[in-house]
């Protein structure tokens, strides 16, 4: 059955506005605020990772290799980011993953929605690749947070806040499309991306974020699973022989009804 295609959205930029914006991302993430970010995330994937099971696992990202995988049981793992990045085994753009269909157990999207240039293609890709009862990880950031809100007063146009950002509703909706379902959301980085001097100042933010909007990090981890295909039977095409109408009568009973005869 083919699936109805996903809503498009407002936000498309070029080409080269969009390899812009990962660019300045990569750079962001190499920064004090961005490493403290990332903590977060490894930190929120590693404890689900641990648990997983499969033979073959990937992550791709939207900049430089991270080391994502590095707490992942799968025995064999690769990295994928786009044509320019180092760090990783395979260079490829994620809307064009260089996967067999059905051949990966797990996947992990590393902020790849939030400057992808086509989301919608992406998750398309993803799942033209993921195995059956097989799960995908999105990382992301989290527009309903305090982080996604004070981008738009403050930080909006700098490398790192220039993405679009998603909420883990709209994604799990076009999940849901694809023939996936939700296993649970995690979240994470309740304060702002700053140094650690700015960080411990506001840490009662973190604190607040914790105990008042737990799933309103700045930061989330999104799970799906794969749904295998139903196989319905087909009806039997062979002709219906009719039942036999011979009454049966007990052996003994026979018998003694032929002797009183």
Known sequence: MQLPPLNRISFSPSAAGSEAMVRGFDQWLETEPGQAVLAAEAG????WLRGQVGQRAVVAYSSRGQDLLRECPLRWHTSVAPPGFDGVAIQARPELL???????????????LDFAQDPHQVLREASR?????????????????????ARWFFWRER???????????RVTDWLQVLGFEVDGMASGFYTMPLSQHGRSRIRLLAWLGRVLWPR????????????????KPLPSRQRKVPRNTVVPVPVARWGQQNRES
């Open 216 to 231: 309103h990090g700045g930061t989330y981890l999104l799970v799906a699973r794969k749904r295998a295909g139903m196989v």
């Open 129 to 149: 690749a993921i195995a059956p009862g097989g799960k995908i990880a999105l990382v992301g950031f989290h527009p309903l947070s305090m982080m996604g809100l």
């Open 159 to 169: 490398p790192g806040w220039s993405g679009r950002f998603y909420r883990p509703n």
């Open 98 to 112: 260089p996967f067999a269909k059905s051949s990966v157990d797990l996947m992990v999207l590393h902020h790849v």
């Open 44 to 47: 929120m994937l590693n404890e």
